[in-house]
């Protein structure tokens, strides 16, 4: 079984920085996509940023210049590095695994817990 373990909210004043972390354990011979997402209250969940295991990246127009995602393969570690951090970024911050590929060949997408960040002062 895959579990992804998520660290690193909290709570920052705007203009601040927070950097999360979310590791991938279990028998695990390849993670094709790791990646963040957010839900504010009252709205949907929301792509935040992905990394490719060949370093392929994608982020929310929102985030572009103030986050930056980077990945140890050999960790199955994500990481998303928040700077400039605004009020509106306050939400809860998934961990995303896209084509987990396990050593018994069995393949699929995981999700992390959860883990909150607030913008406030």
């Known amino acids: 079984q895959v579990q992804l373990v998520e660290s690193g909210g909290g709570l920052v004043q705007p203009g601040g920085s927070l950097t999360l972390s979310c590791a991938a354990s279990g028998s695990i011979f390849r993670i094709y996509t790791m990646g963040w997402y957010r839900q504010a209250p009252g709205k949907q969940r929301e792509l935040v940023a992905n990394?490719?295991?060949?370093?392929?990246?994608n982020y929310a127009e929102s985030v572009k210049g103030r986050f930056t995602i980077s990945r140890d393969n050999a960790k199955n570690t994500v990481y998303l590095q928040m700077n400039s951090l605004k009020p509106e970024d306050t939400a809860v911050y998934y961990c995303?695994?896209?084509?987990?590929?396990?050593?018994?060949?069995?393949?699929?997408?995981?999700w992390g817990q959860g883990t909150q960040v607030t913008v406030s002062s």
């Open positions: 990394l490719t295991n060949i370093g392929s990246t």
């Open positions: 995303n695994a896209k084509r987990v590929v396990q050593v018994s060949w069995a393949t699929g997408d995981y």
